[in-house]
């Protein structure tokens, strides 16, 4: 009874630990054009918070409340030996928010360097994934002017954006179960950055474990609508009665949404998805009264289908180019035709092959005050 009464026996005091914040993977520069020694190694850039220095009312912003080191090595476990000789404290996984990696090295596979992060017991699967268009170490040193720690900056961008339905969720751990399997294939956050600013540009698009492309912001949320149900981001439609005005809805609610596949009489596939969406107008630039009925249902009409023909252009260049099944569909044929996906040797090349069938229903709930009403 006393060993088990013996309470803090393994305690770590927090001021004792590298707490480690985010981290970002590039491929490590080249000292001269000749030398190939270094040709294939990884840099791994770590975020670190400054805790001895963060207590009190004068606690550091921004750029001071962190440090960022870079260490580099054939291999991710490499890289963080020689980090952490470097440091007088032994590094902490448990906080990180965001890994990040430079797209250069995503489009050669990233799966052989999930294999350090999975092993450790200490990392956060429930960190975010994402891909950077430039070094992943710039991102980590761009601090937004209010950012107070600039992970934290980062990792609430992407939790807020996830809250309000605006972009794909892609915790670590997600990413690293669709790897495994064969019927979808993994997706990432595509983001930019400048010394000063971070921004959300789209969806990473991977087949397998290479990045193979990204969909644009409206292409993102076409594609959050049909695989997560979330709203996305406004729409912008024809008016009805002058092409030249446009008229802004919001979408504020998915009430249903069914993908499913079948199989057509010459052995292609179809893949079906059915939608119904609600939505409101948010801003109009034509003098036209929506809530005259025969306005109304044109324009519930106009919505249906430019948001059909949207969704079937960000399937068909996801299909077609990237030849990526990132919806799931594959997932349905294992699910619900099982005798059939026992036949499929490879459900990429179905996948490319088969034919969509998309059907949309927009219901508008609210039309806004009339335009100029009064005028």
């Not at 025969?294 to 023909?309: D, G, S, T, V």
Request: proline share 2%; hydrophobic share 40%; with cysteine.
């Amino acid at each position: 009874m006393t060993v088990l009464l013996s309470s803090c026996w393994d305690l770590k005091d927090i001021d004792n630990r590298a707490i480690v914040l985010a981290i970002g993977i590039d491929y490590a520069d080249k000292p001269h054009a000749s030398n190939y020694e270094s040709s294939d190694q990884i840099a791994v850039s770590l975020q670190l918070a400054n805790i001895q220095r963060q207590a009190g009312a004068n606690a550091p912003r921004g750029e001071e409340a962190v440090t960022i080191i870079t260490g580099t090595g054939k291999n991710i476990s490499m890289a963080m030996t020689h980090l952490q000789e470097r440091l007088q404290y032994k590094l902490f996984l448990g906080h990180v928010k965001v890994l990040i990696f430079n797209q250069e090295v995503a489009k050669n596979g990233i799966n052989k360097y999930f294999n350090y992060f999975r092993n450790s017991a200490q990392f956060n699967r429930r960190s975010y994934l994402l891909i950077s268009r430039n070094k992943a170490v710039e991102v980590l040193k761009s601090v937004p002017g209010n950012a107070t720690i600039p992970a934290m900056y980062l990792f609430n961008v992407v939790d807020r954006s996830l809250t309000q339905g605006k972009m794909p969720e892609v915790p670590i751990i997600d990413f690293i179960i669709k790897l495994e399997k064969k019927g979808i294939d993994p997706k990432a956050i595509m983001i930019d950055s400048t010394e000063k600013d971070l921004r959300y540009i789209g969806t990473a698009v991977f087949r397998g474990d290479r990045l193979v492309g990204h969909l644009n912001l409206n292409e993102s949320w076409d594609l959050i609508r049909l695989t997560e149900g979330k709203v996305g981001g406004e729409i912008d439609v024809q008016d009805v009665e002058d092409e030249l005005g446009k008229i802004a809805l919001e979408i504020i609610n998915i009430k249903k949404n069914k993908m499913w596949v079948e199989i057509a009489e010459d052995g292609n596939y179809i893949l079906k998805i059915n939608m119904r969406i609600e939505g409101r107008i948010v801003s109009q630039e034509i003098k036209n009264d929506y809530s005259k009925m025969e306005l109304f249902r044109q324009l519930e009409n106009r919505a249906a289908k430019e948001i059909a023909r949207d969704m079937v252009e960000m399937i068909y260049k996801t299909q077609k180019k990237y030849q990526a099944d990132i919806f799931g569909f594959g997932k349905e044929v294992q699910a619900f035709l099982p005798q059939e996906w026992k036949r499929i040797h490879n459900w990429r090349n179905k996948f490319i092959n088969s034919t969509i069938d998309l059907n949309v229903k927009f219901c508008l709930r609210r039309t806004g005050m009339s335009y100029f009403r009064g005028h």
